[in-house]
């Protein structure tokens, strides 16, 4: 079965540094991989969308790499803030429906220290 | 507000009850969905609405049914529920299609004791 990884354990980073999260995935050829920022008791919220012919992806502090021969997906956020801190979930799109069904990962919780 | 309004946010009911979630969205979408959260696990989508009509049933068992009057509106129904039930309950829409992002209503926290 399609199965979505994320690092369950919460990321612990220092105010100023890159955060790096993975997201990795198996029985499942993605056309499309989505990041989106949840914060507690809140709604997920669209980051950014790569698709599988593209390797990397930039909006300001953020960027996401694609490697589908790898079957992963890393999101880095650069000189990270204490408002950085969230979880971030990704999630995988593809096959041939037109409805754009999402299947998400657990996510992974990142929190910035000041 | 993202544009995606859910109400109620919280909602308590009992095993016996019926109850209704509500999802509104005026940004243009043709696509509207059900998810479920639950602690420590992903996103579980339940159904998928396209152009007002369901395209998807994930295995959801028939004490949830979903109602999508027009395509700026969509209901979750609820009878009868159970304790496991209890979770975060996501709307959201999209343009359809596998190229656009979703936009998540806040979600309404339910509990069945």
């Known amino acids: 079965s399609q199965k979505i990884e994320q690092n369950s354990e919460a990321l612990n980073i220092q105010e100023g540094k890159t955060a790096t999260l993975t997201c990795n995935y198996t029985n499942y050829s993605p056309a499309y991989l989505q990041w989106y920022r949840q914060d507690p008791g809140r709604g997920p919220v669209f980051l950014l969308l790569i698709r599988e012919n593209e390797k990397e992806k930039r909006k300001e502090r953020l960027k996401v790499t694609f490697d589908t021969t790898l079957k992963q997906s890393l999101f880095h956020i650069t000189a990270s803030q204490p408002a950085d801190s969230a979880t971030y979930l990704c999630?995988?799109?593809?096959?041939?429906?037109?409805?754009?069904?999402?299947?998400f990962g657990q996510g992974t919780t990142l929190q910035v220290k000041p | 507000e993202t544009g995606v309004t859910q109400t109620p946010r919280h909602l308590v009911m009992g095993m016996t009850n019926k109850k209704s979630l509500k999802c509104e969205q005026h940004?243009?979408?043709?696509?509207m969905y059900w998810y479920k959260q639950s602690a420590k696990k992903p996103l579980e989508l339940m159904f998928v609405y396209s152009l007002e009509e369901r395209v998807e049933n994930n295995s959801v068992p028939s004490r949830f049914s979903p109602e999508c009057p027009n395509s700026s509106h969509l209901f979750l129904h609820l009878h009868t529920l159970q304790p496991e039930d209890s979770a975060l309950y996501l709307c959201a829409s999209s343009q359809g299609g596998q190229n656009y992002g979703y936009t998540f209503g806040s979600g309404t926290r339910l509990t069945v004791v």
């Open positions: 940004l243009g979408h043709n696509a």
């Open positions: 999630a995988l799109a593809g096959g041939s429906s037109n409805t754009g069904k999402l299947i």
